[in-house]
């Protein structure tokens, strides 16, 4: 900012900037930012192809301040976060990650996020949308203490196969050892630096979790770190390639949350959105429990299922039917793109039931702009497991030195 | 059974002994359960009690008069035969006034009124009666859900759209119209003298957080002429012995039927495993096993206090945590050397039910106060004095006066206990005005504030109803969604206190519609 | 007499009012192709709608200040816009606290999270709960809005009809949002805020328009519908906006009399009715204060049912019933409005500077108590000693309404009384209810009282004797519960057929009610085509 212009006050200027917004500005080739939970962030740094073949073949970092984090603490905490999320948290020892999603009463989803178990009872809650209004009120009736610390946090992702060479480089010695979900400390120069293996890419990765003041020393030692191993930074668009291809599901884009839809019918829950493997029926009560059961115990109507699509064009927005007549409507593509890893074609889609067996197949009506003039396409659609690519480097510890 | 429960097991516990338990208990044990009601008090009867609030001189702690309790409850229990005797029937309701004759309101006939408001009196009367009839139905059965596809809840639906539409249509629009309408307004549709207009409002906001102009008055009114009309002839009854003999009575038909009692055995929580209520366990430690806990405590104790959050979804819970529960009612206790004496009115209505309540004004100020936190200086209040006709009540010569006020604020602004008895003193002067040398006779006073009946009642809010009786708190959505039908989320347990449809006062209808709702409910299992 | 456009002929229809509810129903039916005359008493068209230079080059909106709840199907289908209206959204909005303290309303929602935030973090999330819940319960109002409600006590096909479809969609809401649509109509705004918020600013900030134009409290259980009334704006579809018309609100008014007359129809101004005329249970037409009869097949009133019914018609035409409940109809004046003409722009030092917040309402009640005691007051037979304003600079953003460099101030006054419990309205207390008010704007601008040249003040009763609003109660009749849907006016005739044949109802008196909506009209439209068997065009 030059010195010459005052500063603007947050209503002329409603968004925030990352710790990380003036390296990222540097970096910024088209000057492409979104707002993302309030702050500004970097939609494409130079090109979207570019950054999304670093994620795959290198090291990326991905600015993630904006997640918002909650610290949770007190004698009920444990107590607390499992009558607040659908998984066993008590499986979620000091010094891991545990991914997890929670429910409004009726067991639709309100959002995921990651539980970072930091000791026994002192828990770091991260989620793409500010929920403190849900948090608070689940606090009803329990001894806990909530306190929303985003603005304190840093938040690097070091996303790639080359990320644990590159984190050994700035001298983390130990990080190999760092198995998946696991959080470890270290010193990072002068300060510490909090790492977990964790990531949205599906690949081998770290998130740095840091004091906003030492943000920029810390980008710059991994630029440093990362010369020959081509760490570049990279921005939203690029990753959501790459989640896709993870099969990790995008709020607002997979599911609105159920704090959020104005129709009803629009919720999704848990066992639709395919994560059945998350609701744990079995660790006592949790919210949306009972709700979940009903519907477990009669079988879902739809549910989030992996396409594979012939041909190139990503299915976005597309309808989906049963036969290529397109008479019977089964379902909609929430997420689609072209994977370039896996040269496949592919989405992720919500359909109705029996179609979204593995196997099922179905076809997709796909529109096409081909220089201003729209074309349609009813092309074939596999129902596929998810996720479409995970390398073993990502679970293997300690990883190969790339 | 589990390994720490002991004693025998039983069916059904029921946590509480205020006159909805009891009746709960009564009719579960009557259908043959096995049944075991706990109460924290060393005696039955909730905030249904005669209590000695000064050396000789005992009272009714809350309500003071029954005219709400159906006469088949009471007559399905037989409480005549255990004991409940009356000590006055139809007591008149008479309005105090300073600057006239009073004015006498009974159910057969008006006294002192002027035309026109003296003929549009009767058909008032009546036209409001034909409603209250309309109405009364509902109460004798657990409200429908919404939404649910099930016949029951269809048939409960029609049978109350049938109900109203029975009436005809002129006065079916005319109870559409009213039904949420505010008191005010009706009174002032209906008649001119300002004493009639708040005589009857009086009954409309008396025991609510409303004011005259609050709409949604007309239909605590209609409340309470439903269950005044199926309370049958006896009009306003004094059982004697205070409201404590009906307990009694209650607690005699319940274990007559075969239910146990236990006083003096609080509840400390409600225990759960798999998701299901199985049992109790006592602050002494002891649990006791059952397959179901019906609980009498009001909501939010029951499902926040005994159950806990814990064991419930968070938007259940943010629903209960936000039902309104603070009560706006007190009651006030002197013991008088004497008998005391209303001026303006006649020595036979000495002992009716006197109101002060002058005005549709002089309510909507009163309650204009409490808002903020305050009190008015001139308060409304109803009074009795059931020592004129159960003597035993006081010593000997002694008289005992037992006024309810309506409009003293749950939290005061500067605190209750400096509070007291500047507001003691409030009260007394301004029954002096219309029982001129009554402050000399005062030998002891009680104030039971909405704080007070709080802690001595475990009632949270210390509210009447155990929850405000407004539109938003009513019949469907009563308590909240999610616990009507007197069941709760957590399968095995049930609510069946005022909290519930239709509310309280001594009626007995939740307790009543909640055994018969956990009997369906295991005949159909 | 002055007559715009046409000639002297037996009418077809003839429309009493020309307030844009009159408007819109004669839109609708020269459109239809009916001969259409409108009637109005005024020297000018607009009824509450209306801009008028009262002092020097000063254009005031002297009653309705603001456009947002004008139905968007009307506004498309009599092409307002080609007419010339214009709508410029307002920036936001300003609480000022007594502390010396703010909050602002902005339309970004970041920034409001942020301005939430400074007085609660809580709250500013729970924001967004509020807003959904607010809107889904928008979204199931609109689209009765332009509805004829049926009538319960009815088996006729129409009503059971339109009941199933009422049905249908509430049971469309699912278990939990039925209670919750059961629950908010009923309760209070007070009560509707403490669900969400814990901040008092926040919640007397969202407050206020539960109790514009009405005989409420925010604690009175009702009073969280009339909240609902008021968010039901949408321009360009973002819930509860609201704008200004560029002109004022005779801009609307003028747009619908331009649609009117391109449409055929005609309005003649100067021209008060003084009775409907009735003959074998017939209205067949109009005499004026003049003795002029002016005859046509049916007549619309755009009057409330009190000034329709009680004092332009002989009760002997009616069923006595009726008259009984119209009289029972509560209109009940609760609002002043002041006009103020300024020669310069007042400085809040509250509001920040470069805040978009002054281009929009601005306030001054900061907890929902002293709502609450300003509607103890009005209750007591006095203004409020401390009143609810909503305050405006339409100037700001619109500079057709004042000279350059001066300023034009709309301040709606809630709560005002139509009758004083010290006696009648005397030129003195108008003053000193505008005094009041002014010195209550002054407490938060230093020197706003220097900046005043002139100011018009208007009491319920002003209101009532200028544009014919009884009691000047702004939405013809109380939004209340015993008010509403088909209890509106009159349980029995809630479809604007009045008891006697070929006469209508299409003021805010009757479904869905009041506020610059044009719906009252639009369904009475409706209604009367219906029964001249014309095809439907009204949206």
Known sequence: MSASAPPRTFFEQPLLKTPFHERSRAFSQLDSFVPWAGYTTVDVFSSVEQEYFAIRNSATLYDLTPMVKYRISGPDALRYLNRLVTRDVAKIRPGRVGYCVWCNDAGHLIDDGTIFCLAAGEYRLCTAERQLDWLLDSAIGFDVQLEEVTEQIAALALQGPTSCAVLRRRGLSGVEKLRPFEIGQFQAGPQALMVSRTGFTGDLGYELWMDPASAESQWDALMAAGGTRGVRPIGSRALNIARIEAGFLLPNVDFVSAEHTLRTGRDRSPLELGLAWLVDFGKGHFTGRRSLWKEQQRGVARQLVGLDIEGNKPAHHALLYAERAGDHEVGSVLSATWSPTCKRNIALAMVAAPHFRIGSTMWADIYLNRELVWERRMARALVVERPFFSPERRRATPPADF | ?525 | MATIGGGMQRHDAIIIGAGHNGLVAACYLARAGLNVLVLERQAYIGGAAVSRRLYEDFTYSNCSYVCSLLRPQIIRSLELPRFGLQVIPYEGGCTMMRDGGHFSLYDNHDALRREISRHSRRDAEAYDRYARDVQRQCKFIKPLLLREPPDPTSFKPRDLRELLYLARRFNGLGEERMYDTLRFWTMSAADFLDEYFESEIIKAHMAGSSIIGTALGPRSPGSAYVLLHHYMGDIDETVGAWGFARGGMGAVSKALGESLQAAGGQIRVDAPVEQILVEGGRAHGVRLANGERLHAKLVVSNMDVRRTFLESMDEADLPADFVRQVRNFKIRGSSGKLNIALDGLPQFPQIPAGSPSIRGDLHVTDTIEMMERAYDDWKEGRWSRAPYIDMLLPSLIDPTMAPEGKHYMSVFVQYCPYQLAEGPWTAGRRQAFGETVLETIGAYSPDFRDLVRHTEIRTPWDIENEVGLTEGNIFQGELTLDQLLFNRPIPGYAQYRAPVRGLYMCGSSTHPGGGVMGAPGANAARAILNDLGKAATVP
């Open chain 2, 1 to 525: 059974m589990t390994a720490a429960a002991q004693g025998p097991g039983y069916e059904v516990v029921v946590i509480g002994a205020g006159h909805n338990g009891l009746v709960c208990a009564a009719y579960l044990a009557r259908a043959g359960r096995k049944v075991l009601v706990l109460e924290a008090a060393p005696t039955v009867g909730g905030a249904a009690v005669t209590q000695e609030f000064s050396p000789g001189f005992r009272v009714s702690s809350c309500a003071h008069l029954l005219h709400l309790m159906p006469e088949f409850l009471c007559s399905e229990l037989a409480l005549d035969k255990h004991g409940l005797e009356f000590a006055a029937n139809a007591l008149p309701t008479v309005a105090l006034s300073t600057e006239r004759e009073p004015l006498v309101l009974d159910a057969a006939a008006h006294e002192g009124l002027l035309e026109p408001d003296g003929s549009a009196y009767a058909g008032y009367r009546a036209r409001m009666a034909e409603f209250a009839a309309a109405l009364q139905p509902l109460f004798e059965r657990a409200p429908p859900r919404l939404g649910t596809g099930a016949y029951a809840d269809w048939a409960g639906l029609l049978r109350f759209g049938w109900q109203i539409r029975r009436l005809g249509r002129p006065r079916m629009r005319e109870l559409l119209r009213i039904g949420a309408m505010n008191v005010y307004d009706l009174l002032q549709e209906h008649f001119s003298d300002p004493g009639l207009q708040g005589a009857l409002a009086f009954d409309a906001v008396l025991g609510t957080n409303f004011g005259p102009r609050s709409p949604g008055t007309v239909l605590t009114l209609l409340c309470r002429l439903a269950a005044q009309g199926a309370a049958g002839v006896g009009g306003l009854r004094l059982p004697r012995g205070g409201l404590g003999a009906l307990s009694a009575a209650l607690a005699g038909a319940a274990t007559a039927a075969g239910a146990e009692i236990r006083t003096a055995a609080a509840v400390a929580r409600i225990l759960v495993k798999d998701d299901r209520a199985y049992g109790v366990q006592l602050r002494s430690g002891e649990q006791i096993r059952a397959d179901a806990v019906v609980s009498n405590a009001d909501p939010k104790s029951s499902l926040l206090g005994l159950l806990g959050a814990e064991h419930l979804d968070t938007g259940f819970v943010r629903r209960v945590h936000h039902l309104r529960t603070h009560g706006l009612t007190a009651k006030l206790h002197l013991a008088l050397r004497g008998p005391p004496r209303f001026s303006t009115v006649p020595g036979a209505l000495q002992g009716g039910r006197l109101l002060v309540a002058p005005s549709l004004h002089y309510l909507e100020r009163c309650f204009n106060s409490t808002k903020y936190g305050e009190y008015s200086a001139a308060p409304a209040m109803e009074i009795i004095v059931p020592t004129l006709h159960d003597p035993a009540l006081a010593p000997r010569g002694a008289h005992v006066l037992s006024a309810i006020v309506q409009y003293l604020p749950y939290q005061l602004r500067g605190g209750w206990d400096a509070g007291r008895q500047p507001c003691v003193d409030v009260l007394i002067a301004a029954l002096e005005v219309h029982a001129p040398g009554i402050t000399g006779l005062v030998q002891a006073a009680e104030l039971l504030t909405p704080l007070d009946i709080e802690q001595r009642f475990h009632i949270q809010g210390g509210h009447w109803h155990h929850g405000e009786l407004a539109f938003d708190q009513f019949y469907m959505v009563r308590p909240v969604p999610g616990a009507t039908q007197y069941s709760t989320p957590l399968a095995g347990l049930y609510l069946c206190g005022a909290g519930s449809h239709p509310g309280g006062g001594v009626m007995g209808y939740a307790g009543r519609n909640a055994a018969r709702r956990i009997l369906a409910l295991r005949a159909a299992a």
